[in-house]
């Protein structure tokens, strides 16, 4: 049973706390590693160097839009295929441990599971600006 009272609490914790994970990932990106050297990490990949600024962006945006509640039901949504391209692309042959050498995908499996769930559970509880009714999403 959901309770209709605190469960719009619950998805505006949720928000926060995936707000905050975002922040610190993509500045992390920018100010400690650098665009430089994060775009040298990406061509190791074999993805394009000009991907690291627009993922650093995407995180950024994303993390506002989630902290304010500017449609973030939708954003949520959106940021998982980010999530699941890192498991993809990065951890996934590390193993499922994150503690793993270069990280397992544990961690971003989760991180895309919140996503998910914040995408069911709505905007949440103080948001600016409201995302469609999920039915009309769908």
Known sequence: MIDIDTAPYGALLLRLCLAAMFTAHALLKWRVFTIPVEATFFRSLGLPGWLAPVTIAAELTGAGCLLLGIWARCVALLLV???LGTIVTVHGKNGW?????????????????????????????????????LRTLL
């Open 97 to 133: 441990l994150f503690t793993n050498k270069d990280g397992g995908w544990e961690y971003p499996a989760f991180w895309a599971a919140a996503l998910l769930v914040q995408f069911l559970l709505g905007d949440g509880a103080w948001a600016l600006i409201r995302s469609p009714a």
């Open 81 to 83: 295929p980010l999530m």
